[in-house]
DNA sequence: TTTTATTATGCAAACTATTGCATAACAATA
DNA sequence: TATTGTTATGCAATAGTTTGCATAATAAAA
């Protein structure tokens, strides 16, 4: 289990209520690991429970007021221990595959269609990709240790974009030779 | 929920019992989809339920009798419908990435360790992956149709997999910039 | 002033997945 | 003969995730 080590990761440098972790968590960590607002309510919960998350109620003007969670020197002991762990390799489950092993005449378009909606998809967020790591990620053997490991996660998220985009390519060009 | 799907996949072709299913599932379209015996004999029951598949008895000497079940006229139309719809792109939950956010002085050796391994296991896959595309889909373009979609989703994993070993030896060296 | 959007948090039900345990037929080995 | 390994299927408990619903404060627009 770790969407609770992907919250406190989240949590180690700012503190966030539970709402800025969903929004956060559409970008950046998020790109790695998404959850949904009530899985990370939910996660925040037992997190404090345990103490391993500090929470204070933060009053707002305008807005509602939030609780706003941290990492306590108990969490940063168990999520350090977690790292040491080791892990095992999680096939990525994609439906599209799955799909792909259905190819026929009646649903080649389909499929083309639904490629070409993942290239564009991909794109964007390619670019967004590149535009974070020119502005802070720039040279990254001078970077202070904790922001390597980030530049190295980018870095593979944007040599596997790029090369997913040459594979829709490739795929649209076979998925053409299939005649309805 | 697509693992009754990738079920019925596996089944468009051979009549298979879970065991077998369970087997084959940790290659082919197990690259792709993972599940263990236990889901699978439940999603199997589920869907006999349903009567999107048939089931029999086979009886076996030397061995256990098993339970053979194959796609019905109304498991074929139900996949076929599925695969017309559409699909959202999921994250690849990969708590190695979440790790290496927690990346510090104490526990680069330790990740340097786990991308190695991560490595050498791939370099296997890729073996594997190799030999069937020589094997079975060198020309992908004289292909039958399904099996052009079995070539992409393979070709995707071998595209992925050689970039995945690039981005480890870029990963190794800069982790061997982090002082312990 | 009613509606709509944003910020903010949560419960409950249903579904999906993992872990641990259990059984049993038969073969091969010790 | 007792143990171990392979084939074969399953239950139960727990854990994790998704979906649908619900609430409420405030701001901005219609």
Redesign the interface.
């Known amino acids: 289990m770790?969407l609770s080590?992907?919250i406190m990761?989240a949590l180690?440098d700012d503190d966030l209520s539970g709402y800025e972790l969903a929004r956060d968590f559409e970008t950046s960590?998020?790109?790695?690991?998404?959850a949904s607002h009530q899985q990370i309510y939910l996660e925040l919960r037992k997190l404090s429970d345990k103490h391993w998350l500090s929470k204070r109620e933060v009053t707002q003007r305008g807005k509602p007021n939030k609780i706003v969670y941290g990492m306590t020197r108990a969490g940063r002991e168990a999520?350090?221990e977690?790292?040491?762990g080791?892990?095992r390799?999680?096939?990525?489950?994609?439906?599209?595959?799955?799909?792909?092993?259905?190819?026929?005449?009646?649903?080649?378009a389909?499929?083309a269609g639904?490629i070409t909606?993942?290239r564009e998809?991909m794109m964007r967020r390619l670019y967004l990709y590149e535009k974070i790591r020119r502005r802070h990620y720039d040279n990254?053997?001078t970077l202070p240790?904790?922001r390597?490991?980030?530049?190295?996660?980018l870095?593979?998220g944007i040599?596997?974009g790029e090369?997913?985009l040459?594979?829709c390519d490739?795929?649209l060009v076979?998925?053409a030779?299939?005649k309805a």
Chains 1, 2 share one sequence.
């Open positions: 770790a080590h992907a990761t180690l960590l998020g790109f790695f690991w998404q999520l350090a977690w790292v040491f080791s892990t390799t999680q096939a990525a489950k994609d439906d599209l595959l799955v799909k792909l092993y259905n190819l026929d005449t009646g649903n080649a389909h499929l639904e909606a993942r998809e990254p053997e240790t904790r390597k490991g980030v530049y190295l996660a870095a593979l040599h596997q090369q997913f040459a594979w490739e795929a076979l998925l030779t299939v």
